[in-house]
């Protein structure tokens, strides 16, 4: 079964920095784009980053020239680097995954997601 496990969370002062990790288990992460999305109490859940297939990146304004999302399709994982971490940042960060062949093209997979919290 296609699995989706999150890891990096936790807690980091204003302007620090975290690494969020993604890894795909039962598919080939190639064939999937990636986003990640954040969910703040009393919020809707938002798209950060993204990343197609082929490398393209698009974020949020708010987090622009901070974060950088990439993918390595030789470990099956997709990371967010967050850099000059703000406490509006604090959220749950999800994982999703998009499948872009077979059957099941354009269905979407979600991880558990993972507690970022960016406070002093």
């Known amino acids: 079964q296609v699995q989706l496990v999150e890891s990096g969370g936790g807690l980091v002062q204003p302007g620090g920095s975290l690494r969020l990790s993604c890894a795909i288990s039962?598919?080939?992460?190639?064939?999937?784009?990636m986003g990640w999305y954040r969910q703040a109490p009393g919020k809707q859940r938002e798209l950060v980053a993204a990343?197609?297939?082929?490398?393209?990146?698009n974020y949020v304004d708010s987090v622009k020239g901070r974060f950088t999302i990439s993918r390595d399709n030789a470990r099956n994982t997709v990371y967010l680097q967050m850099n000059s971490l703000k406490p509006e940042d604090s959220a749950v960060y999800y994982c999703?995954?998009?499948?872009?062949?077979?059957?099941?093209?354009?269905?979407?997979?979600w991880g558990k997601g993972t507690l970022v919290t960016v406070s002093s």
């Open positions: 990343i197609t297939t082929g490398g393209s990146t």
């Open positions: 999703n995954a998009e499948e872009t062949v077979g059957v099941n093209s354009g269905m979407n997979l």
């Open positions: 039962g598919r080939l992460l190639r064939a999937y784009a």
